[in-house]
């Protein structure tokens, strides 16, 4: 049984920075791809940022060159670097990991809030 449980997430101010983090209880390394998605209140749950096994990043144009998407092996655990954080940034964060079964399997975490005060 995969599970993923966020944490980090919070209250900052405007122009702060985060470090969410994603634990798994099996090896993340059997994962295809990992990704961090977001929902504001009232909207669809949209990708953040992506990491592939084979190490390629994507971002969401609303992120790029503020948040940086990584893993440890080690530690079974995706983290999300969040700097120059906006009001806008808002929302529940939420793991994703995806297996390769024939087709992609993906799993879920229950989200960590993060809350950018103006």
């Known amino acids: 049984q995969v599970q993923l449980v966020e944490s980090g997430g919070g209250l900052v101010q405007a122009g702060g920075s985060l470090r969410l983090s994603c634990a798994a209880s099996v090896m993340i390394d059997s994962f295809v791809q990992m990704a961090w998605y977001r929902q504001a209140p009232g909207k669809q749950r949209d990708s953040v940022a992506m990491?592939?096994?084979?190490?390629?990043?994507h971002y969401a144009d609303s992120v790029k060159g503020r948040f940086t998407i990584s893993r440890d092996n080690a530690k079974n655990t995706m983290y999300l670097q969040m700097n120059s954080l906006k009001a806008n940034d808002t929302a529940a964060y939420y793991c994703?990991?995806?297996?390769?079964?024939?087709?992609?399997?993906?799993?879920w975490g229950e989200g960590t809030q993060v809350t950018v005060t103006s």
């Open positions: 990491l592939t096994s084979g190490g390629t990043t």
């Open positions: 994703n990991a995806a297996v390769s079964v024939g087709f992609l399997k993906h799993y």
